[in-house]
């Protein structure tokens, strides 16, 4: 894999990331309704990237759902955490 393509699944885990830490944010009034709904739009722009490779794109999709409902804060890190592997793996295949 090429540097571009990796720093495109970086960028998703990224957006990913931050946009679970607005749904779930650590302190009560950690982020606005505008702020969250930002954060989800860039996460999901970010992911229909047509570069990112399929493994990436997957987990992608399994953690916006997971972050998406906002009920379970467990599935979510999972979720998010199962990404951070998959871009971890497209990492290591060189």
């Not at 946009?19 to 930002?38: C, D, K, M």
């Not at 409902?69 to 199962?82: F, K, L, Q």
């Amino acid at each position: 894999m090429g540097g571009y393509v990796e720093g495109v699944a970086d960028a998703v885990l990224v957006c990913v990331a931050t946009y679970q830490a607005a749904v779930f944010p650590l302190t009560a009034l950690g982020v606005s309704e505008e702020e969250r709904v930002a954060r989800r739009g860039v996460a999901y722009r970010v992911w229909s990237h047509e570069g990112l490779p399929q493994a990436v794109r997957v987990s992608a999709a399994a953690a916006l759902e997971a972050v998406d409902e906002g009920v379970d804060a467990g599935r979510a890190h999972a979720a998010v955490r199962a990404l951070s592997l998959a871009v971890y793996d497209l990492r290591t295949a060189r």
